[in-house]
């Protein structure tokens, strides 16, 4: 399957994560495509990244390529910020073009797990709103991302599960 892994990372813990799965997916020779989402001007403020994220903000973002038609499965990822997803997975998805009728899964990260489950629900929502067929969602607690083990546990259950 050709996938794309298209996710935002503020501090390092969606990255590692996707960079991870990414070599899982690879071992078991998906072609894998990873975008990741860089804003034009990084607010660097935990309150400004709260209030932008809490008031559904979308961010400017530089350099990104919105068709995702080429790819037969895609993976979001982000961290939940605020009860929510980031301004710049909200912007990305209001611009993103060929989700109609595909397949996706998304990935989200966060520290007590606050909101989680909102956040889950409304990305779904996006998601389909957009036409995609949401085929997983994952939830990772972004204190143990380090921990490998943990990592090959949860996707190891998504891999066998939705045979990527
Ligand atoms: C601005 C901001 C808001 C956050 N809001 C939440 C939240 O509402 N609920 C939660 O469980 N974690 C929250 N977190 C914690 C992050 O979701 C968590 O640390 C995540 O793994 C960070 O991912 P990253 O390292 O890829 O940026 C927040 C972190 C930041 C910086």
């Given at each position: 399957m050709n996938i794309a892994l298209v996710?935002?990372?503020?501090?390092?813990?969606?990255?590692?994560?996707?960079i991870?799965?990414?070599?899982?997916?690879?071992?078991?020779?998906?072609?894998?495509?990873?975008?990741?989402?860089?804003?034009?001007?990084?607010e660097s403020s935990f309150f400004k990244q709260c209030r932008d994220a809490f008031l559904k903000k979308e961010a400017e973002l530089s350099g990104c390529e919105y068709s995702l038609k080429q790819y037969d499965f895609i993976i979001f990822a982000t961290p939940v910020w605020a009860f929510t997803i980031t301004?710049?997975?909200?912007?990305?998805?209001?611009?993103?073009?060929?989700?109609?009728?595909?397949?996706?899964?998304?990935i989200l990260t966060f520290g007590s797990g606050a909101g989680a489950n909102k956040t889950k629900k409304e990305l779904e929502r996006i998601l389909k709103d957009k036409g995609a067929t949401v085929e997983f969602s994952l939830g990772l607690k972004g204190n143990k991302i380090k921990d490998k083990e943990y990592l090959r546990n949860e996707f190891s259950s998504l891999t066998k599960s939705y045979g990527l």
């Open positions: 996710y935002y990372s503020f501090s390092g813990n969606t990255h590692s994560a996707v991870f799965f990414r070599q899982a997916l690879e071992e078991k020779t998906h072609q894998i495509q990873t975008v990741r989402l860089k804003l034009s001007r990084e301004p710049a997975l909200r912007s990305y998805l209001s611009k993103a073009d060929g989700l109609k009728n595909k397949k996706v899964g998304f």
